[in-house]
């Protein structure tokens, strides 16, 4: 069996690029060659890279000193430095981050200039991002458990508390917007606990640096469609958790086009299904939490991050809730299973639905046409406080089988083989002796 270990990521970005009126290509500027291992910055030594971007790289690093562990440090590319944008950017992060002081949000130490380029020092988050673990999830381990999935939710719901919530050093709320609230940017620990990381292109309305006028920051499948027309607010932040819920739940992306044009159209036109559609076990209540989350208008929406993980509390509170400890073995369990498309039936079943596609007649309609959604009711309007999941707009739950996960799941137990071995021993024994009829007959 293929071992797969989770591995510390830090997601990097340059600015958007796209041919879409909406989203103005910019120039990418060209990577300096790779910082090779154990060069001395600044007070640290600088050892293997975590990840790189068109604005920064992020290497571990240890203090010449010895003082303190390892950290994340991401360093501006030193070419940039002479940009005023970029510079204010990112000392905009640096600062930003250093305000935010929760055990569910990456921690900034440090800010500082060495040989002519910045940086700043960070929490060093060791363990695989969601979106790794939902990957393994979606080809190897099987559905993530329901108390699993509130415990991160729950998590991140307080770190987004916190965060929208923050004011600067003279008290003054700073209205923070995450804006880029996604798989990729939540790591979950190798103690068990989720960090919510990259507060590189947050938007704080105390802030000089403004971003430009038809520019989006974030990925598009997880941006709220108030902001591809040009709105914003922390209510977007939630939007955003509510997608990556429901593809927590359903083991599917929500909003996924071939174009990103084709993507802004589905964030703002495709009819949403409650996860229970998808997936027999999530509940009601858990429904309503998500659909509610996921309303297109932000009034009809949680008001706030806190709002939503009481809800979330109340649902855990039913199904059970999991601690840190508990997180981390199944994390570690997931990344032990191997890939199901890797397996000897998985690569025949697939083999087996390949021809059977070859085979279909030219009549057949387009899958998106079959697979066209029923467009659900709008919610009736409420007022100014923040929605509990009892206001939430109501959805009835179609219970269907996942046979593909009942044959995985199957598969993956040593009886199930060797039931079968033995039937296949026997049915060729029959043959053998002419005695196959006999055999059937006392079946």
Same mark, same amino acid.
């Given at each position: 069996?293929?071992?797969?270990?989770?591995?510390?990521?830090?997601?990097?970005?340059?600015?958007?690029?796209?041919?879409?009126?909406?989203?103005?290509?910019?120039?990418?500027?060209?990577?300096?060659?790779?910082?090779?291992?154990?060069?001395?910055?600044?007070?640290?030594?600088?050892?293997?890279?975590?990840?790189?971007?068109?604005?920064?790289?992020?290497?571990?690093?240890?203090?010449?000193?010895?003082?303190?562990?390892?950290?994340?440090?991401?360093?501006?590319?030193?070419?940039?430095?002479?940009?005023?944008?970029?510079?204010?950017?990112?000392?905009?992060?640096?600062?930003?981050?250093?305000?935010?002081?929760?055990?569910?949000?990456?921690?900034?130490?440090?800010?500082?200039?060495?040989?002519?380029?910045?940086?700043?020092?960070?929490?060093?988050?060791?363990?695989?991002?969601?979106?790794?673990?939902?990957?393994?999830?979606?080809?190897?381990?099987?559905?993530?458990?329901?108390?699993?999935?509130?415990?991160?939710?729950?998590?991140?719901?307080?770190?987004?508390?916190?965060?929208?919530?923050?004011?600067?050093?003279?008290?003054?709320?700073?209205?923070?917007?995450?804006?880029?609230?996604?798989?990729?940017?939540?790591?979950?620990?190798?103690?068990?606990?989720?960090?919510?990381?990259?507060?590189?292109?947050?938007?704080?309305?105390?802030?000089?640096?403004?971003?430009?006028?038809?520019?989006?920051?974030?990925?598009?499948?997880?941006?709220?469609?108030?902001?591809?027309?040009?709105?914003?607010?922390?209510?977007?932040?939630?939007?955003?958790?509510?997608?990556?819920?429901?593809?927590?739940?359903?083991?599917?992306?929500?909003?996924?086009?071939?174009?990103?044009?084709?993507?802004?159209?589905?964030?703002?036109?495709?009819?949403?299904?409650?996860?229970?559609?998808?997936?027999?076990?999530?509940?009601?209540?858990?429904?309503?939490?998500?659909?509610?989350?996921?309303?297109?208008?932000?009034?009809?929406?949680?008001?706030?991050?806190?709002?939503?993980?009481?809800?979330?509390?109340?649902?855990?509170?039913?199904?059970?809730?999991?601690?840190?400890?508990?997180?981390?073995?199944?994390?570690?369990?997931?990344?032990? $299973?191997?890939? +199901?498309?890797?397996?000897? *039936?998985?690569?025949? &079943?697939?083999?087996? /639905?390949?021809?059977?596609? @070859?085979? #279909?007649?030219?009549?057949?309609?387009?899958?998106?046409?079959?697979?066209?959604?029923?467009?659900?009711?709008?919610?009736?309007?409420?007022?100014?406080?923040?929605?509990?999941?009892?206001?939430?707009?109501?959805?009835?739950?179609?219970?269907?089988?996942?046979?593909?996960?009942?044959?995985?799941?199957?598969?993956?137990? $040593?009886?199930? +083989?060797?039931?079968?071995? *033995?039937?296949?021993? &026997?049915?060729?024994? /029959?043959?053998?002796?002419? @005695?196959? #009829?006999?055999?059937?007959?006392?079946?």
């Amino acid at each position: 069996m293929r071992e797969s270990r989770p591995v510390a990521r830090v997601k990097l970005r340059a600015r958007a690029t796209s041919s879409h009126p909406a989203l103005p290509a910019t120039r990418s500027p060209k990577a300096p060659p790779p910082i090779p291992k154990g060069e001395r910055f600044g007070p640290y030594y600088v050892h293997e890279s975590l990840g790189e971007g068109g604005m920064a790289s992020v290497h571990r690093a240890t203090r010449i000193d010895g003082a303190g562990g390892p950290v994340a440090l991401k360093r501006l590319w030193s070419h940039l430095t002479a940009d005023r944008d970029f510079v204010e950017s990112f000392v905009q992060e640096a600062r930003l981050a250093r305000l935010l002081h929760h055990e569910n949000i990456a921690q900034a130490y440090e800010l500082g200039k060495a040989n002519g380029s910045y940086y700043i020092a960070m929490e060093l988050v060791s363990g695989p991002t969601l979106e790794a673990v939902m990957r393994q999830s979606r080809t190897a381990a099987g559905a993530i458990p329901l108390p699993i999935i509130l415990g991160i939710l729950i998590q991140l719901c307080d770190a987004l508390d916190h965060a929208h919530n923050l004011c600067d050093e003279l008290g003054r709320p700073l209205r923070l917007i995450h804006r880029d609230v996604s798989p990729a940017n939540i790591i979950i620990s190798n103690s068990g606990v989720v960090k919510l990381i990259d507060f590189g292109i947050a938007k704080a309305a105390r802030s000089r640096v403004q971003t430009q006028a038809g520019f989006i920051k974030g990925k598009l499948s997880y941006v709220a469609p108030e902001y591809t027309h040009g709105r914003l607010d922390a209510r977007a932040d939630l939007f955003a958790l509510g997608v990556v819920a429901h593809e927590m739940l359903t083991g599917h992306r929500l909003f996924h086009a071939e174009t990103e044009v084709g993507t802004i159209h589905q964030v703002r036109e495709l009819a949403i299904s409650p996860p229970s559609r998808h997936e027999r076990r999530v509940t009601r209540e858990l429904d309503d939490i998500v659909m509610t989350a996921l309303q297109r208008d932000p009034d009809q929406r949680w008001q706030n991050a806190q709002a939503m993980g009481k809800a979330l509390r109340a649902v855990a509170e039913d199904l059970g809730r999991v601690d840190a400890r508990e997180t981390r073995r199944w994390v570690e369990w997931a990344f032990t $299973r191997e890939p +199901w498309s890797e397996s000897g *039936v998985g690569r025949m &079943l697939e083999t087996m /639905a390949q021809t059977r596609v @070859r085979q #279909a007649p030219p009549t057949v309609p387009a899958i998106p046409a079959l697979m066209r959604k029923p467009v659900l009711k709008e919610a009736p309007a409420i007022d100014d406080e923040a929605p509990t999941y009892e206001d939430a707009p109501p959805t009835e739950p179609v219970r269907r089988r996942d046979l593909t996960q009942l044959v995985q799941r199957g598969t993956q137990h $040593r009886g199930v +083989w060797a039931v079968l071995v *033995v039937l296949l021993l &026997l049915a060729a024994t /029959a043959v053998w002796t002419g @005695r196959l #009829a006999d055999v059937i007959a006392a079946i």
